[in-house]
């Protein structure tokens, strides 16, 4: 196999489409936020993209069917807004995998006529967030109108996410400019510890109200309530449910 691999499924006509990238990452936010679009606007498999820097390994279905681990392009028509939604269950093993499959990705959205990208991720406070209070922070390219942005509900902040955004989202940004595409970064504060479908929730939250779409928040809203069923039980084996669960113990969770 070649160090890429994109299979062609199908070539969907799409008007205006929107680059969705939500792979994993802290708290898996952007890959929920882009699984949770796909499911409900039943989006339509278009690209499999394969790389030896992805783990040596297949996953295996419910039938026992094993298949190579890819990343996943899908066609999502959201009230009529065509969106190119990029998900799957690893990031590149290497830096330079990082780079040389960013670019396989930004081709994919670029052969889709994709002009506009949103890269979905968590940036990690290193505690649980009480309150219900998930602020979603962003970064962008030169280019993408920060009032559109902050009109959204997004924050910017003087150097936060601390150490840049790494991986896909961070390239997706700075591979894109230097294509002409205009990106930006949404993510939600998360304690970095759990799966966190809320902070995913406030992200999509923002993403709606900029693609002018209205979603369906029903299973994210479960995954919230069985994630605090699991940090109440973390909380009745200290003692009662008095103090919050400890780093170690947080980073078995999800």
Same mark, same amino acid.
Request: glycine share 12%; hydrophobic share 40%.
């Given at each position: ?49 394969? +790389? +030896? ?5 297949? +996953? ?11 990343? #996943? ?26 780079? &040389?499959?960013? &670019? ?9 006529? $994709? ?14 967030? #009480? ?9 962008? +390219? ?10 959204? =509900? ?15 989202? =961070? ?10 595409? @205009?990106?930006? $970064?949404?993510?939600? #504060?998360? @304690? ?6 809320? @902070? ?24 919230? #309530? ?29």
């Amino acid at each position: 196999m070649d160090d890429i691999d994109i299979e062609v499924v199908s070539d969907p006509d799409l008007t205006d489409p929107v680059f969705i990238e939500g792979l994993p990452g802290v708290g898996h936010v952007g890959k929920l936020v882009a699984e949770h679009l796909v499911e409900e606007f039943d989006g339509d498999l278009v690209r499999r993209v394969y +790389t +030896t820097d992805f783990p040596p390994q297949v +996953t295996v279905d419910d039938d026992g069917v094993a298949e190579l681990t890819h990343a #996943e392009f899908h066609h999502v028509d959201a009230d009529g807004q065509d969106l190119v939604v990029l998900t799957g269950d690893h990031q590149a093993a290497s830096n330079e995998g990082h780079f &040389t499959l960013t &670019t396989a990705f930004l081709d994919v959205a670029e052969e889709f006529g $994709c002009e506009r990208a949103f890269a979905l991720g968590g940036v990690p406070t290193g505690e649980l967030i #009480e309150d219900d209070e998930y602020d979603v922070l962003g970064a962008r +390219t030169d280019d993408t109108d920060r009032e559109e942005l902050e009109a959204a =509900g997004v924050e910017f902040r003087e150097n936060e996410p601390a150490g840049g955004i790494v991986g896909v989202s =961070g390239l997706v940004l700075g591979l894109g400019a230097r294509r002409g595409l @205009s990106a930006a $970064c949404l993510m939600g #504060e998360t @304690s970095g510890y759990l799966v966190d479908p809320k @902070s995913a929730q406030a992200v999509l939250e923002v993403l709606q109200d900029l693609l002018d779409v209205e979603v369906d928040f029903s299973d994210l809203e479960d995954r919230a #309530e069985e994630m605090e069923e699991v940090v109440g039980k973390i909380q009745e084996m200290q003692g009662g449910g008095g103090g919050m669960p400890s780093e170690d113990e947080l980073r078995y969770i999800g």
